[in-house]
């Protein structure tokens, strides 16, 4: 490996097994991510996108959530093959996590600051009194003052709960964070807010970032490469660059052309045809497949794998057309 | 705090009116006439309605009630009762700390014994030891309370002798009936602390916890037990007022000289102002014990912390 | 009635259906819940078909074979009066069936009734409802019952209203609830817009929504109101002792627990066992109706 990957992914399958089936979440997904670099996960809802983020972290429900194949390098360790204790040793310390719902996120009863602390102390090996002081220094790294250590989740409004969530998140200086739509079920301008101050912790800490969205705003703004999810597979994976002005396949196209546009005036949001795939019952080819315009009796038959078209832009599809679509 | 605490205190005062008043109403319209009960079917009408005069019977409905309010509340005092003329306040002196007592090491026991069974079920959920619990407690708590306590009083009082069956006069008395009054408590704990556990277990902040590197065991005990204990506080607290009803049942089984048997026998002797007093003031634990959850549950839950906390937090949050 | 009430009234009709269905599903996956649904059912009928299966009638006294061990000729023994003690279990059972039956209805009817009129009129209705509920509350179920039905006299009627009118605060406050929370669907909106009346909204939208949580505690009360019936007539409150309901068994073989133990083990077995099946199913139904098991 010539590059400096931080997180290698290699055909990753997940399933849930539940009461009506199973559930196939992730279906053979390979990624990479370079140190300091910023990795979009853009898909929509149910692609796989959180399970992809879970699994890394190892904090997937087991049962029902299974790990059935492919392996997860992280900084060229096997997390698929070392201990629950070492693993525990990693979560909050090397990767983080900042996850989707601030409301829930928070444990209610416990003081915003001691939650914060918490892995301080845990990682750190630092006295309780320590742990507090970097916590309220954190607090105040993403804009709380440090008086509110003291006050509980219910007593912070949304946003400043998501401040909190990322302060948890950033207190041991992770080397990779996994950020689960932060800004999802925040008010938009708050949204920008709490970009903002990921992108400047980002690039003050240097660390290692995947952003799962499905905004494809978040994307450009933040974003070094791109791996576009659908029914939990990788359609579609190059730079920013490649996506954005050389997309190739037809689902990163729709999804393109469903985005409002600003210049024209129109009248209705075109979308894609059809919907997502039931997961317990997917189409033996490529997923899209069922809604896609150019799809054949071909497109149905087997698994399709990525290729590359320019160096380092891989795209999962039969007829990969000559020229991309630009945005 | 102490706003809260105040709050819920007077909060006790119309219901502990309203017990009283329900209960005092409900055997006010008793059929059949006190006086013939007191004095016995050959008594004249001339002492029955003097009887009756003397214990201000003939009064109008509110003012009956007033006045016993009054004498309750103001003087603690319960009446007469009817057969026998003897104070009932004295016999409930006497009877409550027995009852009481009994009550309580049942709820203790409840608590400390229910809670963490539910807790190692809910965390092996689904494994053997979890059902073989959770079974054992689906029958406990599917047993009249006294049944059990005539179960337990022919196994371990008639068949292997180890422990007395009736009376109360030492601590070993104390076993049998303290046990089957909180079997079924311990059962029901058990089985809401199991299901207010797998509703945190699978809530958002224990994964982020588990994100943070927090070991498994810390995550339950910590992050996941102090959440479920305010439902749990809730339901073994209401549940535990509940007990107290039948704790009173189980006396009979044991002849302990408590609450339960006074009560019983008023109520076969048809003395209405015995029961009326028994039901009230035993009513008047029951409340007790739910506000003491109520404290309790503002305890550990900040939110019910801040809604009645002081002014000071509040005014942040606008700010904010 | 205008056509954009029927379109709001006929929307929520197939995903009720389907809740059902579903629900159905998931009862029938689950063990625990069969297993006490096949109990229960074993029980209801061996009450039902008690003259035909009964090897003696319940008031049958031989005196010259009172106090019989359970043996093949008596299954569980005979009582003081030579009664067969299984047939009286099986006539019992009829009694404390029914009785509890009774008594969970007396008290879901006048429960929805009052939580209804509660959550749909609110204000100062409601909360003089309420104060009443908190009030009844507050006094243990078991004392409440106690108190009623020694006002109104120790009889099998009197034991079912104490009883039914004692739990009434738990289904009035659940129902409450219910009506507060589903009337804030936006169907239940599209009927008011439509200019429904509020009887039609009640009965249309509301109550079959608010159902299915009133169905989980009609079973577990079932199960709470066996056991105080069982106790109200240990303290001679119930159905009084030559009755063969199972409480006045039990009070009934009291006096002869040291020589005949048997004359107590076997009706409080009976009790057991149908308040287990009826916890096993009541748990079953609310797993199966609770949205979240959905996932």
């Known amino acids: ?327 | 705090m102490i706003r809260y605490i105040v709050k819920r205190l007077l909060m006790l005062i119309p219901v502990v009116l309203g017990v009283t008043f329900l209960v005092f109403t409900l055997l006010h319209f008793t059929p059949g006439d006190p006086a013939v009960n007191a004095l016995g079917a050959t008594s004249t009408e001339e002492a029955r309605q003097a009887w009756r005069e003397e214990r201000g019977l003939n009064d109008p409905f509110f003012v009956q009630f007033a006045n016993y309010c009054k004498e309750v509340f103001l003087h603690g005092n319960f009446g007469r009762s009817y057969s026998g003329n003897r104070s009932i306040s004295d016999e409930i002196k006497s009877r409550l700390p027995i009852s009481a007592r009994l009550a309580l090491l049942a709820i203790l026991i409840d608590f400390l014994v229910g809670t963490p069974i539910g807790i190692i079920s809910a965390v092996k959920r689904y494994s053997a030891l979890d059902n073989i619990l959770m079974l054992l407690a689906l029958f406990m708590v599917s047993m009249p309370g006294f049944w059990i306590g005539l179960e337990l009083s022919i196994i371990f009082a008639l068949k292997l002798r180890l422990l007395p069956a009736s009376g109360l006069y030492g601590p070993q008395y104390y076993i049998l009936p303290v046990i089957s009054i909180a079997l079924g408590g311990v059962s029901a704990a058990a089985r809401m602390t199991r299901s207010c556990m797998l509703d945190v277990i699978g809530s958002d902040y224990m994964v982020t916890a588990r994100a943070k590197g927090v070991s498994e065991k810390i995550i339950i005990l910590k992050h996941g037990l102090k959440n479920a204990l305010i439902p749990i506080i809730t339901q073994i607290g209401g549940a535990a007022a509940g007990m107290i009803g039948g704790a009173m049942i189980t006396e009979i089984v044991f002849s302990i000289p408590g609450m339960g048997t006074y009560m019983t026998n008023a109520i076969q002797s048809r003395d209405y102002p015995v029961v009326l007093g028994c039901v009230v003031v035993l009513s008047f634990l029951a409340c007790i014990i739910l506000l003491i959850t109520d404290l309790a549950y503002a305890f550990v839950d900040p939110r019910i912390r801040a809604q009645f906390g002081g002014g000071k937090k509040k005014s942040k949050k606008e700010d904010a | 009635m205008s056509a954009n009430t029927m379109a709001a009234g006929t929307e929520a009709l197939p995903k009720k259906r389907g809740l059902w269905q579903n629900a159905w599903k998931r009862l029938k996956r689950n063990k625990r819940a069969m297993v006490g649904m096949y109990i229960m059912l074993a029980i209801l009928l061996l009450a039902i078909f008690a003259p035909v299966i009964a090897p003696y009638g319940y008031d049958d006294q031989v005196l010259t074979e009172a106090f019989q061990s359970p043996s093949l000729k008596h299954l569980c023994g005979t009582d003081n009066f030579g009664r067969d003690v299984f047939s009286r279990l099986l006539y019992g059972g009829r009694i404390s069936l029914t009785l509890g039956l009774i008594a969970v209805a007396l008290s879901t009817i006048v429960g929805i009734i009052v939580g209804a009129i509660s959550g749909y009129y609110g204000g100062a209705v409601d909360n003089l409802i309420m104060r009443c509920m908190d009030i009844m509350q507050s006094i243990p179920s078991i004392l409440l019952a106690i108190a009623i039905a020694s006002t109104l006299g120790g009889s099998m009627v009197n034991c079912m209203i104490a009883i039914g009118i004692s739990s009434v605060p738990l289904n009035a406050r659940l129902m409450r609830g219910m009506m507060l929370s589903v009337r804030q669907n936006e169907y239940v909106e599209a009927a008011r817009c439509a200019n429904a009346s509020d009887l039609r909204i009640m009965f249309r939208e509301i109550i079959p929504n608010a159902m299915s949580p009133m169905i989980v505690n009609m079973t577990l009360g079932y199960a709470g109101a066996l056991l105080n019936a069982a106790a109200l007539s240990f303290i001679g409150l119930g159905a009084q002792p030559p009755s063969p309901e199972w409480g006045a068994m039990i009070t009934a073989g009291k006096t002869y627990i040291t020589r005949y133990p048997y004359l107590i083990t076997a009706p409080g077995v009976a009790i057991m066992l149908t308040v287990i099946s009826l916890n096993l199913f009541g748990d079953g139904i609310r797993d199966a109706l609770d949205p979240k098991m959905k996932q």
């Open chain 1, 1 to 327: 490996m010539a590059k400096d990957n931080i997180l290698e992914i290699e055909n990753l399958y997940v399933e849930y097994d539940t009461d009506d089936g199973v559930v196939k979440a992730v279906n053979g997904v390979s990624l990479s991510l370079e140190r300091g670099e910023t990795l979009g996960l853009v898909g929509e809802t149910g692609a796989g996108k959180t399970t992809i983020a879970r699994s890394i972290l190892r904090i997937l429900p087991v049962p029902p959530a299974k790990v059935t194949q492919g392996t997860i390098r992280f900084e060229g360790q096997d997390l698929g093959k070392i201990s629950e204790a070492e693993m525990r040793k990693l979560r909050g310390h090397k990767i983080a996590m900042i996850f989707q719902d601030p409301m829930s996120a928070l444990n209610p009863v416990y003081t915003v600051g001691s939650q914060i602390a918490e892995g301080i102390e845990l990682h750190q090996k630092v006295s309780k009194a320590e742990a507090a002081k970097r916590a309220g220094e954190m607090l105040e790294m993403v804009g709380i003052p440090r008086e509110r250590y003291t006050d509980y989740p219910n007593q912070f409004s949304g946003g400043m709960k998501q401040r909190a969530v990322i302060a948890i998140a950033l207190a041991c200086n992770p080397d990779l964070l996994l950020a689960d739509e932060p800004t999802t079920a925040l008010d938009v301008t708050i949204q920008a807010q709490v970009l903002e101050l990921m992108e400047q912790l980002r690039d003050k800490l240097g660390t290692s970032l995947i952003m799962i969205t499905h905004d494809f705003g978040i994307v450009a703004r933040i974003c070094d490469r791109v791996a576009v999810v659908y029914a939990g597979q990788v359609m579609e994976y190059g730079s920013k660059k490649d996506i954005f002005k050389d997309c190739r396949h037809p689902y990163t196209m729709g999804l393109f052309n469903s985005l409002p546009k600003l210049d024209k005036n129109e009248k209705r949001l075109k979308t894609i045809p059809g919907l997502m795939p039931n997961p317990m019952d997917l189409p033996k080819g490529c997923p899209f497949a069922p809604r896609c315009q150019n799809a054949t009796e071909e497109c149905m038959k087997g698994r399709i794998e990525p290729k590359e078209v320019t160096p380092g832009h891989f795209v999962s599809c039969l007829y990969i057309p000559e020229r991309g679509m630009s945005v």
